[in-house]
């Protein structure tokens, strides 16, 4: 059988019809493969939806943050955020691309753990296996993206997510070459 999914990222405020952002943010919401909708299309398409997976959004930058403890996996939205953010698996020095990777809770899901990109990082099966048997151990950074991991001999390691090194300003005009 066959069943159609839409996806439509709206912020909470707009869902209800009242007022928890700012007006930019309240009057528009984004039906994915289209676009942006209007908020009364937005309100509809919510009201017919036969269920509802939630997902957290930074209401300022519209990141991905997670679903808590409603779901074990991390929806598409959740996954495309920590794609972008970790770009490789985040093992130190380990430069397989996320594409080959898998969404590793930092605190185990059955230990409370939390679907959040704050208690999620990817890794390639061998570094998620290595981290599964306690042989290495990591922990997330609050609000750098950072993961500390520790080695079996006590050793720590940073490292960096790829979306910490921000872009040229565009305001700005970019450097001329060197040469």
């Not at 519209?62 to 093992?91: E, I, Q």
């Amino acid at each position: 059988m066959f069943r159609a999914e839409v996806v439509v990222t709206i912020p909470l405020g707009l869902a209800l019809g009242g007022g928890t952002g700012s007006e930019a943010t309240l009057d528009s919401a984004e039906l994915a493969g289209y676009g942006p909708i209007d908020g009364p299309t937005a309100r509809q398409l919510a009201a017919l939806a036969p269920n509802w997976q939630r997902l957290f959004t930074d209401c300022t930058t519209g990141k991905a943050l997670g679903v808590g403890r409603t779901a074990y996996r991390p929806p598409k939205a959740l996954l495309r955020y920590l794609h972008s953010r970790d770009g490789t698996c985040r093992f130190p020095g380990c430069t397989r691309p996320v594409s080959v990777c898998e969404p590793d809770h930092t605190v185990e899901w059955q230990d409370g753990g939390p679907t959040d990109a704050g208690n999620l990082a990817m890794l390639c099966r061998r570094h998620h296996a290595l981290k599964s048997i306690g042989a290495w151990k990591y922990r997330q950074m609050p609000g750098s993206g950072n993961l500390e991991w520790q080695s079996p001999f006590g050793r720590v390691h940073i490292s960096e997510p790829v979306e910490v090194h921000p872009g040229p300003d565009p305001g700005k005009p970019p450097e001329p070459p060197p040469f």
